[in-house]
């Protein structure tokens, strides 16, 4: 299949596309769905998928719905879930100090100076995203630097993982007793407790209208990539309850993508899940650190880092997993973890074995809790996974930045444990369910990147087919959070849907690893956009919501 979409808007007959209220016939492009691998029209009811077939038979629905979208070939599928988001962080990195793309540390602080120029009315300045592996000098930025840089201005800079920071002497006279938690370098970055009480600083300087701004500009960024839904992973060591509640308000009263809120704390009392449902979280997890991340050597390793004498750090043991996931198991609370390395998952599937023999194991399996990132997974941590119905939620841009043969994996951990890292295609013959996200702003919200990633894995092994990868960034996030009706364009579904600017549709597999997804046109199975490396990715021209518009591209 081809589609030739020009450079010109999307064709609207009637009423503006999208606003929730009326029908809309979407024609004459591509639809993705289940329903008709061969689609080409869509009617969507208010905010409700109606129907999907094809051009012919939409003939019979032009003079009754509202308006009407002369695709002119452009691609419909379901909007995107990103399964692991921190939306305020993500937000003040857009408009803010963002040093993902400094290329080495002089240009890293040349860019925190011209920050901190730019910004003389802040009490702390912010700024994310610095990565020493990727410089030449394979150093962070020093706290004598950083002073200098400033001018002696408070000054909190997260490492491109966010399990470590950099600060200025500021910032660490405005946090009492600091020196003295673990964590704290007199020289280096801080991890741990350290780490924490320096954030908890730095975000209780963000007013409320920054907060809101942030958010403002991470969702609408989100919709511009066709991401209808996005999981919020707060919790007391990385935002705030007031952050929480904030965020999920501004959803509920403004458009842009749904938003599910995760609170990491761990359960281990009645009084702790009442706190949760007050919060308005939906479940007990994301962020609820059992390690930290390989870049900053915190993961917690079986065995010990390629360039460090130690295995990283522990934050719960396999006791208190299982404590957490029985409480949350008995009042039916999805509950969920943060585990990289692989004790700290091993921990995890402790925990939940332990759980499944208090609570009942169909009720563990029930409630789909969640581990984020997942990445040090083994044969019998696979299974595991696989026999307790946990969902892994995973970040396939991780590969694509950190993986292959020189990339910051191999050097953390070596060559060959590196080479085992987010094995996705052996977890999803198991059939773990994969729900896939960006982590932003550790990696960009960028859904067809992270397609792209998983298919085109940096080993080979690991890589599954585009149309798992899409399905596990669509359907795969809405499964996770407990809708199996909504991530996919059938009639009765929710009509969150994106419409994309794309070349040839192909149905593609790397290789033929992946036995569980056809590879034959001739099958039915609906095409996606060639993602071959190096191929221009889609370009979204809308995204909507329940059938009401969020995004929409100026001039096509």
């Known amino acids: 299949m081809h589609s030739d979409f020009g450079a010109r808007p999307l064709d609207t007959a009637g009423p503006a596309a999208g606003e929730g209220g009326g029908t809309v016939l979407l024609r004459g492009g591509f639809v993705y769905s289940p329903a008709d691998p061969f689609a080409t029209a869509m009617v969507v009811d208010g905010g409700v998928v109606a129907w999907v077939g094809s051009e012919g038979a939409a003939d019979s629905f032009a003079d009754g719905v509202d308006s009407v979208v002369h695709l002119d070939g452009a691609l419909v599928t379901p909007a995107f879930t990103d399964a692991h988001v921190h939306t305020t962080a993500t937000g003040l990195a857009l ?11 002089g240009e890293a602080l040349a860019r925190v100076a011209a920050h901190a120029a730019a910004r003389p009315g802040d009490r702390v300045l912010l700024g994310h995203g610095w990565d020493e592996t990727r410089w030449p000098e394979r150093r962070p930025p020093s706290r004598a630097e950083l002073d200098g840089a400033t001018g002696g201005r408070p000054l909190y800079l997260t490492r491109t993982d966010v399990h470590s920071a950099v600060v200025t002497t500021a910032l660490l006279d405005l946090v009492p007793g600091v020196t003295a938690l673990p964590g704290y370098a007199a020289a280096g970055p801080l991890t741990r407790d350290a780490h924490h009480a320096v954030r908890a600083a730095a975000y209780a300087a963000v007013t409320p209208a920054q907060r809101a701004a942030a958010q403002r500009a991470a969702l609408a960024h989100a919709a511009a990539q066709g991401i209808g839904a996005v999981h919020e992973c707060a919790g ?25 809120g995760y609170w990491a704390q761990a359960v281990q009392s009645a009084e702790d899940l009442d706190r949760l449902r007050d919060l308005g979280a939906a479940g007990a997890g994301g962020d609820l650190f059992v390690d930290g991340s390989i870049g900053s050597h915190t993961a917690w390793l079986h065995a010990p880092y390629a360039d460090a004498p130690h295995t990283g750090v522990t934050h719960l043991d396999a006791d208190t997993v299982a404590r957490h996931l029985t409480l949350c198991t008995r009042e039916g609370v999805q509950a969920g973890f943060h585990a990289i390395g692989d004790a700290a998952i091993g921990a995890v599937v402790a925990g939940v074995r332990a759980a499944a023999e208090e ?3 169909d009720r563990v399996r029930a409630l789909r809790h969640r581990v984020e990132h997942a990445e040090m997974m083994t044969r019998e941590t696979i299974a595991a996974f696989a026999e307790f119905g946990l969902v892994a939620s995973v970040q396939p841009a991780f590969d694509a930045t950190w993986g292959g043969e020189d990339g910051m994996y191999a050097r953390r951990l070596g060559g060959a444990r590196a080479r085992t890292l987010n094995p996705f295609a052996a977890m999803s013959r198991a059939g773990v369910p994969l729900a896939l996200g960006s982590d932003s702003p550790v990696t960009p919200l960028d859904p067809w990147g992270a397609v792209r990633a998983a298919a085109f894995h940096r080993t080979p092994e690991h890589r599954v087919s585009a149309r798992a990868a899409f399905t596990a960034h669509t359907r795969g996030g809405r499964r996770a959070a407990g809708r199996d009706d909504a991530g996919v364009l059938v009639p009765g579904a929710p009509a969150d849907y994106a419409v994309w600017r794309v070349g040839d549709l192909v149905v593609q597999a790397p290789d033929d690893r992946v036995a569980n997804w056809s590879t034959d046109p001739r099958s039915g199975t609906p095409g996606l956009p060639d993602l071959t490396p190096g191929r221009e990715l889609p370009t979204t021209l809308l995204t909507v919501v329940g059938g009401r518009t969020i995004f929409a591209r100026p001039n096509g």
């Not at 408009?95 to 540390?105: F, R």
């Open 359 to 361: 609570a009942g194991a």
């Open 236 to 260: 007391p060591d990385i935002s705030s309850e007031d952050d929480l509640t904030a965020l999920l308000a501004l959803a509920a009263e403004e458009p842009g993508p749904r938003v599910l």
């Open 95 to 105: 408009t803010g100090l963002d040093l993902g793309g400094a290329a080495s540390l």
